[in-house]
């Protein structure tokens, strides 16, 4: 398992001009095959990148580990790929970018082992700063049994001020978002891509009402099309936010499983809905029992241990 990321390394507040970082790591994320460990090897080198501009394609080939044509590739996005007019359409839509060293960035997601450098936000920022954050995911082929258990226990959790996570996918995460709309509660929806390509489309005014009542957030850009190996990370982000995960029915190779196993390696807590033991809906959520997470009956047994 890997260390959990430390901020303090890179970001010292009298080294810093944070506005002018914050700019040039999303100039970065804008450049074709810049990834979360590129912008790791650059900061190392210059934490406040104050360099960036003057960068020589042979020192990034080095740094990066990267070749000489791709290096000149970022070199060239750098220079004649302009950042301003994108941040300046992105707050006009009402996005903001919260970077890693902000105030307004949840402390517990510093302790991923590979944070995001930016957090890119649609709604109510104030939402991330709250301590009591409950992830509820579960299968996109969720039938009636797992959307009454999801209204069953939202209610009361929000009435405790819970935050309500999940990752706006169909099914459950859906379930879970529009519960806690209806009860006028918090919820924020972790997302696998940029704002201009919310997936699935289907949920696309579901969406809308979160950025209007709630949050949205991503690590990726706003004009990021979602790929298929986002889905993964996005998971981490979802139980990194939170105190814990609630599992509500999974199969056994449900992408909901992975933000169990993302939960457990986060040394988060794990719940599990139980099901019938003749429902392949069931198998991931009680395996996950076997193995030790807690039994979810009503909404106490996930406040006690949270509260």
């Given amino acids: 398992m890997q ?22 790591i999303i100039h970065l994320q804008h450049c074709h095959g810049i ?21 020589s394609p042979v020192y990034l080939s080095r740094i990066l580990a990267i070749s000489p ?21 992105y707050k006009a839509q009402g996005f903001q970018s919260i970077p890693i ?22 709604g109510d920022v104030s939402l991330l700063t709250c301590e009591r ?3 509820i995911v579960g299968a996109r082929t969720a039938n009636e049994y797992g959307r009454k ?27 879970a ?12 929806a972790v997302i ?27 690590e990726y850009p706003p004009n990021t099309p979602p790929r298929k190996w986002y889905f993964p990370a996005r998971n981490r982000i979802i139980s990194g936010l939170s105190l814990g995960s609630v599992i509500v029915q999974a199969g056994k190779k449900s992408g909901s499983l992975i933000t169990a196993y993302c939960a457990l390696e986060q040394g988060r807590e794990v719940f599990c809905v139980p099901g019938r033991i003749d429902e392949p809906l069931s198998e991931g959520t009680n395996e996950l029992i076997s193995e030790g997470a807690k039994i979810v009956r009503t909404s106490a047994d996930i406040l006690e241990e949270i509260m």
């Fill in 101 to 122: 060293y902000s105030p307004s960035y949840p402390p517990l997601l510093k302790t991923l082992p590979q944070p995001p450098w930016i957090l890119y936000t649609a």
């Fill in 177 to 188: 978002h529009e519960a806690a709309l209806a009860e006028e509660g918090g919820t924020i």
């Fill in 35 to 55: 990834g979360w460990k590129a912008i790791y090897s650059l900061l190392r080198q210059e934490n406040d990148l104050k360099n960036l501009y003057n960068y």
């Fill in 3 to 24: 260390k959990a990321f430390r901020t303090a390394f890179f970001f010292k507040k009298e080294a810093v001009k944070l506005d002018a970082l914050t700019e040039k």
């Fill in 69 to 89: 044509s791709h290096s000149a590739a970022v070199v060239e996005q750098l220079k004649h790929q302009k950042d301003r007019p994108l941040l300046k359409m």
């Fill in 133 to 135: 954050k409950i992830a």
């Fill in 192 to 218: 696998a891509g940029g704002f201009h390509h919310i997936y699935p489309r289907e949920n696309l005014s579901l969406a809308q009402k979160i950025m209007k009542s709630g949050l949205i957030v991503s």
């Fill in 149 to 175: 258990a999801v209204q069953l226990l939202v209610p009361e959790l929000v009435e405790y001020g819970c935050i309500i996570v999940s990752g706006l996918a169909k099914g459950v995460d859906a379930f």
